[in-house]
Each structure stands twice: as C-alpha cells, then as structure tokens.
C-alpha cells in the first residue's frame, strides 16, 4: 500500500485543490456572474457530452489498462496503443456523421422549451470528441504509475480556466457566448497537455498490424464501453431528463446540489488512479491473496475519509444554503441522498477495478443495463411528480441497487466481502456526530458557524479514528503529521 498510499495522497491533495476551486465557481461565481438560465445552460451541454464521451471513447481506455500488462514484447505493446489511438476517431468520425445527418432532430429535441441550447448543440460533440481522448492519454500515464499530473489537469486545470473565463464575463471583457465557447476550447487544451504528457512518457512505433488476441481486445472494449455508458448514464441521465421536464434553471439549481454532494466522491478518485492499474495486475497475476487485502484496506480506508467529508456535508449544509442566493435554494433530502449514495461508492474500495478487470464484467454490463432502464423509468415517474427531488430519489435506488449487486457479485465470484468489523465501527461513529452536530448550530455568521462546526467535527473524529484504531494505514498518517508539527 505504500505506492498507493503515497500517490493516493498526492491525488486526494490535487483534486481537494480543484473541488475548492469548483465550490468557488459552483457556489459563488457561477450564481452572481451568470444569470440562472445560462449557468443551466452550461451544466447542461458539460452533462450531454458526459453522456457522449464514453461512446466516443469505445472503452479503450479501460482496455488499456486491462491489457497492456498482458503484452511482454514492445512490438506488441505498440500496436495495442495504436490500435487505442486509431479506434476512438473512427468511432467518432461515425458519430459525427449520424450527428450531421440527424441535426433537425437534435435541434427539435432539446430545444423544446429551452430554445436557448440551440446555438451550442454542437459544443456537446466538441467537448466530447476532447474529453474521451483525455481519458485515452490518462489512462496511458497511469500504466507507468504517472497519475498525478492527470489527476491535476483532471481536476483543477479546467476549474481554475473556468473561473478565470467567469472573471472575465465579469468585467465584460468576454460576453457570455463567447465564454461558452471558451469553455470548449479549455477542454481542448487539456487534452493537448496530456497528450503531450503521455507521449514524453512512452512513444510508440507507428504500426498498422493489429496485437495479439486481437478478439478478446475487441470484445472487452465493446462490453466495457456499455460499462462506461451506463456509470455515466446513471450519474449525468438525471441533470439530461430535467431539461426536458423542466424550465433549464432547474439543471443548475440541481446541479449544486449534485457538486456539493461529489465532494464525497474525491477520495475514491484520488485513490482509483493508482488501484486500478494493480488491480489489473493481481489479476493477471492471479495473486488473489493480495487483491482480497487490496479489496479491504481500499474499501475501509476510503470509508473513513469519505465518511468525515459526509459528516461535513450534512452538518454543515444548511449554513451553506445560506451564503448562495436564494433562487438556487434546494430541498436538503436531495443532497442527503446522492451524499448517501457518494458515502456508498467509497465503501465499495475497488470493487469496479475488480469486476470490469476480471472476466466477469460481461454479468455486471448486462445489470447495469437494466439498471439504466430502470433509472430512466424511475425519473420519468419522479421528476413530473416531485420535481428535483423526484430526480434525487431515481438516482438514489438506482445506485443503491447497482452497488449492492456489485459487492454480492465480487463476494459470489471471488469469495471475500470488503467489510471488516472496524467498517462498522467507522459507521457506528459517523452516524454519532452526524446526528449530533447536525442541530448544533451557533448563532454566528454563517461562514463562522461552518468554520467552527467544522473544527469540532474534524477534531472528534480525526481524535475517536486514531485512539479507536480504526485503520493502520489512517494512524501512520496522523503519526507522521504529529511528528512534523513537533519537529
């Protein structure tokens, strides 16, 4: 874990860095810069294209990972990256065409009743198109154990662009068209850097024959590009359908919530960069005694962090409601529950490296289908029926569902669970403070109020982590920062 911990930190610290700087744009910039249907607006075509990208991809970014370690020679090694390289723009080039051919329709569909997203239909593909070669080029970085300068332009580049581009919507030095366009060339940007990034870190020989095993590379790429499709589906799909059941400002009010709740998210990613591309490795390797301690440690590990940030959420969100303007006030039980269902993806550990490094991701493709269906039925109940709230309780069952089905399914196929008795003990405890601070408010300025809560919770359960042990790797960590403060 030393590797993983390491960079772990590294990537928890960068994407901390860039959620910050998002909380700045989500709450602050975005909600005073912009007027309320444009900043929908924008929320809207960033959710579209993560909706398109994983199409455009074709999954080789996941096969990449899966099989470079597969490949012993550098001849073949090359032309399983050429063929990662070639294949995306195909598939792109086909989709472009379709888009071209159906544009009426496009037009037609999204612009009933929001006659505003019209002019930047085509943005959606743009943003796409820079997106999922960034993931390609990502994805090759970490087969060298290289993820921190991904995880930097993942996660903070584009922020701190955006932000600099909503300064400049402010003191009218851009309008706001010409900032939204902007915003799809910072996405450009970014995939030169990493490209460019990757290629310094191996270049391969131009080689049009294709790799070995050429068909199971094909299959797993096809099969996991449904897995992309539908992880995606099911976190974007609902931003997507209240843009056609309601007036757009609705996506941005609904998407705050969704960013505030994300914050969840960030240890997982943070740690992922780096547990993936082992996963993959104990796997090929069969070394099952190492992936089942990769397994729990992952999983409780992310827990505890997670756990403190949901703590911090929850407590501390109505305060938080209370610096944005009044407009994009929402209902606390929506940001409740997608903070419920951030808190279970972190407990999950690297379950998701697990099933769609092994052979069994064709079973989880063909759940997360139907759970994607399912998804779509359930908001198009909910949302006519109980607004934005209606979207937060779809997405709420359809991933407590899905993630429940993955950990029986890794517990079916491999014989081992990611809990320990301390998870619970880490739940028995967060469920303490959270409803213990969650009516303690003090009669202060809200940025005070969050400032003090927060130390007080921070303090508690850092304090209960260490002396109740709940983790090794957690009370090295404290150990070593006691250690720097003394010294």
């Not at 851009?174 to 910072?186: E, L, M």
């Amino acid at each position: 874990m030393g590797v993983i911990i390491k960079q772990s930190l590294t990537n928890l610290i960068t994407t901390y860095f860039g959620f910050a700087i998002g909380a700045i744009n989500t709450l602050f910039l975005f909600t005073y810069f912009l007027e309320q249907e444009y900043y929908g607006l924008v929320t809207f075509l960033l959710s579209a294209a993560s909706l398109l990208w994983p199409f455009m991809a074709f999954g080789v970014h996941s096969t990449l990972i899966k099989f470079f370690t597969f490949y012993k020679t550098k001849q073949e090694k090359d032309r399983l990256l050429n063929l990662i390289l070639f294949l995306p723009l195909i598939v792109s080039g086909v989709l472009g065409l379709i888009g071209v051919l159906s544009y009426s329709f496009l037009i037609d569909y999204f612009t009933q009743g929001n006659g505003l997203i019209r002019p930047y239909i085509w943005l959606i593909f743009l943003i796409a198109f820079a997106t999922s070669y960034f993931e390609i080029f990502f994805a090759w970085s970490k087969l060298y154990y290289k993820s921190v300068f991904g995880n930097f332009m993942k996660e903070v580049f584009h922020r701190f662009c955006i932000s600099l581009l909503l300064l400049a919507v402010y003191f009218s030095w851009i309008t706001v068209h010409q900032f939204i366009y902007c915003i799809a060339g910072v996405f450009i940007l970014r995939l030169i850097a990493m490209m460019m990034y990757s290629f310094s870190l191996y270049f391969p020989n131009l080689d049009f024959k294709f790799p070995q095993n050429l068909s199971p590379v094909l299959k797993y790429t096809s099969l996991i590009l449904i897995a992309a499709s539908v992880a995606t589906a099911l976190l974007d799909l609902d931003k997507v359908m209240i843009e056609y059941f309601m007036p757009i400002e609705n996506v941005a009010i609904y998407g705050i919530a969704i960013y505030i709740a994300t914050v969840i998210s960030v240890p997982q990613k943070a740690m992922h960069q780096i547990t993936n591309p082992m996963t993959a490795e104990f796997l090929n390797t069969k070394n099952k005694k190492s992936l089942e301690d990769l397994y729990k440690k992952s999983s409780l590990n992310l827990l505890i962090v997670s756990l403190l940030i949901f703590i911090l959420i929850i407590t501390n969100v109505k305060q938080l409601y209370e610096l944005i303007p009044d407009e994009y006030e929402l209902s606390i039980l929506v940001v409740l529950l997608i903070s419920l269902v951030k808190l279970y993806d972190n407990l999950l550990g690297n379950n998701n490296s697990i099933l769609f490094n092994s052979d069994y991701y064709r079973i989880v493709l063909f759940i997360g289908v139907l759970l994607v269906l399912v998804a779509f039925v359930l908001n198009l109940v909910f949302i006519p029926s109980f607004g934005i709230e209606g979207a937060a309780i779809a997405s709420f069952i359809a991933f407590f569902i899905y993630n429940s089905v993955k950990i029986w399914l890794v517990h079916k196929k491999f014989s081992f669970l990611p809990f320990t008795s301390k998870t619970w003990l880490v739940l028995l405890v967060g469920g303490i403070l959270s409803f213990g601070f969650y009516f303690w408010d003090f009669d202060f300025h809200p940025i005070l109020n969050i400032v003090f809560k927060s130390m007080l919770i921070g303090i508690s359960y850092v304090g209960l982590a260490y002396f109740l042990n709940f983790s090794s790797e957690v009370n090295s960590i404290i150990n070593k920062a006691l250690r720097l403060k003394t010294s």
